[in-house]
């Protein structure tokens, strides 16, 4: 069902509807007599505002869904078309490949953690720095974890889809994801999130437990 705080107009409408239904069908049995020609008014008055709050909240579901699958789609389609993020992460991917002690999907070697923990920066947005490339990789899957995990983002859709990317993403920096939550407890809270929750899982090592992870 949609999240309550951000849908919860839908919810105080169907509330408040079934708090006057109840309070309506206590005053009609009342004061209608105990039978009718052609059956009970009450009943069909009751039925009627029953179909009306189902129908209210079946559309706000249905609108929901529709938003979560449309904003997944969007999502997937950025990480595959974008030009900054195919620039970052193809610069992530061949440093990692050339680097000789490192391999893509497993913890990063000596001297990629060195570059990552250099505060070098790239000469343009077109050549960024390893650390650069990298933070605007786990940035950005961070945002999508977020929207997920918010109920902006079909979780069902992200599992089917990004499981494995985002397995091999967080295993690679693992040991750079525990070293930044030293300073920024909350850094990429969303991220192991979704990761946990995807591959159920709570390995690898991503720091202490914070509120929210």
């Known amino acids: 069902m949609p999240p309550l705080w951000?849908?919860?107009?839908?919810?105080?409408?169907v509330a408040g509807t079934a708090f006057g239904l109840f309070l309506l069908w206590g005053e009609i049995k009342q004061l209608e007599p105990p039978r009718q020609q052609g059956g009970p008014p009450s009943l069909v008055l009751f039925s009627g505002v029953v179909v009306a709050a189902v129908a209210i909240l079946a559309n706000a579901w249905s609108q929901w869904q529709t938003a979560r699958i449309s904003h997944a789609l969007q999502g997937l389609q950025t990480l595959r078309t974008d030009r900054e993020y195919l620039i970052n992460a193809n610069m992530v991917r061949r440093t990692i490949a050339q680097s000789g002690d490192s391999t893509w999907g497993k913890p990063l070697g000596p001297s990629m953690k060195t570059a990552f923990r250099k505060e070098k920066?790239?000469?343009?947005?077109d050549n960024p720095s390893f650390r650069e490339a990298s933070l605007f990789l786990l940035n950005q899957y961070e945002f999508l974890a977020a929207a997920t995990r918010s109920g902006g983002i079909d979780l069902v859709l992200m599992d089917k889809t990004m499981a494995g990317p985002i397995?091999?993403?967080v295993m690679t920096f693992s040991e750079e994801i525990v070293e930044l939550r030293k300073d920024a407890p909350k850094a990429f809270t969303?991220?192991?999130w979704l990761h946990r929750t995807i591959s159920g899982s709570l390995q690898p090592y991503l720091g202490p437990d914070n509120f929210g992870d």
């Open 6 to 13: 951000r849908y919860y107009p839908v919810y105080l409408i």
């Open 121 to 125: 920066m790239g000469p343009d947005v």
């Open 167 to 169: 397995r091999i993403l």
């Open 190 to 192: 969303n991220l192991i």
